[in-house]
């Protein structure tokens, strides 16, 4: 990825399952940072696809409310989304709302194992909040199915 112009719309960890050996590195990674960007990814989405619902409105309005979120103006419902400002420049969408795309290059097993010992995890990939590949040493892409079942990437597209 050095030489590759990927658009800031990237978040890397150096990592290599040969080093690996207990494969405690690839657990926290999808248990800790793989989470967390699929929270961060979720708040945008939500809040560029119905800011209503899942945003919080006119960041010009708000009033805070405890540790909780906002309301907008002097009543209404606690939001707890991103203001539309945030997502929206008065003219178009400044965040794209696309799912979380996370590529891990690691044998199948082990992402399996990973899925089966971690309920959040699973959740995340069984339910579709995100779409998880996998990189194998010879270049092949693998995309997560579902019920701990993978496809080659382009077989998954079509």
């Keep these: 990825t050095k030489h590759l112009d990927l658009g800031g719309r990237v978040f890397l960890h150096d990592y290599d399952w040969r080093k690996d050996s207990d494969f405690r590195v690839l657990d926290l990674i999808m248990t800790a940072p793989m989470v967390v960007a699929s929270w961060i990814n979720l708040q945008y989405y939500g809040s560029a696809v119905n800011n209503r619902a899942f945003g919080s409105g006119n960041k010009t309005l708000h009033n805070v409310v405890g540790a909780l979120g906002v ?88």
């Design 71 to 158: 309301l907008e103006g002097n009543g209404g419902d606690v939001r707890t989304g991103l203001p539309w400002q945030s997502v929206h420049d008065g003219r178009a969408l400044v965040h794209e709302p696309l799912r979380l795309n996370v590529f891990i290059a690691a044998p199948l097993d082990q992402l399996n194992r990973v899925i089966s010992a971690h309920e959040s995890v699973r959740q995340l990939v069984e339910n579709k909040w995100i779409h998880l590949f996998a990189i194998e040493d010879d270049g092949a892409i693998h995309r997560y199915w579902g019920g701990l079942c993978w496809a080659s990437a382009e077989v998954a597209l079509r």
